[in-house]
């Protein structure tokens, strides 16, 4: 059975660093590329990182310099480090496969306010 749990959220001031990370089970992890989503307060979900198998990276524009994916296949785990937080990046945090699948899970919070 696919399981994905998001962790690492939480309230930080602007200018605040989190690590989030994401722990999958339930299928070939490192047969797969992996990405980040974000979903804010009555919005849809965006993308916002993506990993392939051989740890390219690609980040949507807006967190280029601030974040950086990352993915370690003996633990089959997917980290997201965000840097440099600003109050637009408020939203909950999911990790996928590429293509996505379901269920998701349940994501984490990351809120930044002063």
């Known amino acids: 059975q696919v399981h994905l749990v998001e962790s690492g959220g939480g309230l930080v001031q602007p200018g605040g660093s989190l690590r989030l990370s994401c722990a999958a089970s339930g299928f070939a992890f490192s047969r797969n590329a992996w990405a980040w989503y974000r979903q804010a307060p009555g919005k849809q979900r965006e993308w916002v990182a993506t990993i392939s198998i051989g740890g390219s990276t690609n980040y949507t524009d807006s967190v280029k310099d601030r974040f950086t994916i990352s993915r370690d296949n003996t633990k089959s785990t997917v980290a997201l480090q965000i840097n440099s937080l600003k109050p637009e990046d408020t939203a909950v945090y999911y990790c996928?496969?590429?293509?996505?699948?379901?269920?998701w899970g349940q994501g984490t919070q990351v809120t930044v306010s002063s």
């Open positions: 996928n496969r590429l293509p996505t699948m379901r269920p």
